[in-house]
């Protein structure tokens, strides 16, 4: 006996996945976005966990409601014996004892010490409302008021000395220049470096100026000489970086070399070389607290380190691009880091993510933040973003002229640093200038409103 099969047309595994997932979704199309229906035995037994789990300390106590009835048994008493109203119904307890609450001896007990109302405040069992950001504070733009030339070549590094009377620069002409703050005049030029000066910074506990380069060269300058009176000598290509421990003589220094390195200032020993990093160690910042040191590196991690064993003991992962600024906040126990992907804030010690703050599109090369919460962010294409750093607001953008006889593309900012008042902002840019922006003064809340939207939070984990 035959049986005629008929042909049956193959398919690949590909469409046949797709046909069932098209039936599946036409199935269930019509109930997309539908709540759950609640099941009420299920219900029931959930809120009774729930209310025991969360009130049981105080289940024993029972309800009144003054000139009321008592209210409607709650679903969470299966065993109808507590009494306890509606969620919307918020009763008040009866306390009584030996003494009026709080307590008081050697007053009588009377009609009206002896209530005591106490709201039943069922939180947990009430929707919670979605985040939205708060309103951002207001914080009068900035505007440029000086530019100052002399250098010849890129101003790669910033740093204002503690007195706020002048304010010292590293270029790629290989000088340190020293600039007086009130009149943008030149004071005094250092030389000494065979190559770009990166980093610079000035010490509050001596009249030391230090300096880094890519000449792998890191010097100490005595300002009442204006002479080098110490090297330290360790680093095996470019030194980025430096800063200076606030409270310790320590010097830390980062390089190409994917290290950084702690230096005793007067022995010029190397006390610890922080190793870890698998590429160039872009920026360091040292503070007082833990974590006393802190690192961002082109491997796009953040290393928070313990400078007495001289150990990571954090490591942040969550940028995506190279970390080459960071910034502490001069008040509150956080800081923040840039990178192309965006500017992340975190909050010490351990280095817990607070927030992202987007739209800065550039390599950031620079981050600087004052007393009041403006955050600056300065980038590799000239712009500066102004940001409020508690919501993470953006308030203005400025992308200022380059020099006169300079190309566009010198438009860039390699440093930024407010002065000891924090009135005024010094940028280092590629244009070979100095340019100094201030608040304006003639700026109120009505003339610069806030252009702000209490949108529902959408914070990235990372």
């Not at 039936?23 to 037994?45: E, G, I, N, P």
């Not at 009377?110 to 929707?127: D, I, R, V, W, Y």
């Not at 008021?145 to 790629?172: D, M």
Request: charged share 20%.
């Amino acid at each position: 006996m035959f049986v005629l099969l008929q042909d049956v047309q193959k398919h690949s595994v590909h469409t046949l996945v797709f046909r069932s997932l098209k039936r599946t979704h036409d199935m269930f199309v019509s109930d997309h976005a539908k709540a759950v229906a609640l099941d009420d035995q299920s219900y029931k037994m959930k809120m009774a966990v729930k209310m025991r789990a969360e009130y049981k300390p105080v289940l024993h106590m029972p309800v009144l409601k003054e000139g009321r009835e008592r209210g409607p048994l709650h679903a969470s008493d299966p065993y109808g014996q507590l009494g306890y109203p509606l969620p919307g119904a918020l009763p008040d307890y009866l306390v009584t004892g030996t003494h009026p609450y709080p307590s008081a001896p050697g007053v009588a007990l009377t009609a009206e010490t002896q209530m005591q109302k106490m709201p039943f405040l069922n939180s947990g069992l009430l929707p919670r409302k979605a985040p939205t950001m708060p309103k951002p504070q207001w914080h009068p733009p900035w505007k440029l008021y000086r530019v100052i030339s002399g250098h010849l070549g890129w101003v790669r590094s910033i740093a204002v000395e503690p007195g706020n009377q002048w304010f010292v620069t590293g270029s790629a002409d290989r000088t340190i220049k020293i600039w007086d703050l009130a009149s943008g005049k030149l004071k005094l030029s250092l030389t000494g470096h065979i190559s770009t000066v990166r980093g610079v910074a000035v010490s509050t506990r001596s009249p030391y100026l230090f300096s880094c380069g890519e000449d792998k060269q890191v010097k100490c300058w005595d300002l009442e000489y204006n002479k080098v009176i110490r090297h330290y000598h360790g680093h095996l290509s470019a030194v980025y970086d430096l800063d200076l421990h606030p409270t310790i003589d320590v010097l830390v220094t980062c390089s190409r070399d994917a290290t950084a390195r702690v230096w005793d200032i007067r022995s010029k020993a190397n006390v610890h070389t922080l190793s870890g990093h698998t590429n160039t160690v872009a920026t360091v910042k040292c503070q007082s607290a833990e974590p006393q040191v802190v690192t961002g590196s082109h491997d796009t991690t953040i290393r928070l380190w313990d400078l007495v064993a001289g150990k990571t003991r954090a490591t942040l992962t969550n940028h995506k691009k190279s970390v080459r600024a960071l910034v502490l906040h001069p008040r509150q126990y956080t800081f923040a880091s840039g990178s192309p992907d965006n500017i992340k804030q975190w909050k010490c010690p351990d280095g817990n993510f607070i927030q992202n703050l987007s739209g800065h599109n550039a390599i950031i090369n620079t981050l600087a933040v004052n007393s009041d919460g403006v955050l600056v962010s300065g980038a590799d294409n000239g712009t500066i973003h102004m940001w409020d750093w508690r919501t993470g607001y953006n308030f203005q953008r400025i992308h200022a002229a380059v020099q006169p006889g300079s190309l566009d593309s010198e438009s860039g900012i390699f440093a930024c640093v407010f002065d000891q008042s924090e009135s005024r902002l010094i940028t280092a840019e590629a244009d070979k200038t100095i340019k100094v922006y201030k608040e304006d003064d003639t700026a109120t809340e009505e003339s610069h409103p806030v252009n702000w939207k209490p949108e529902i939070l959408k914070r990235k984990r990372f």
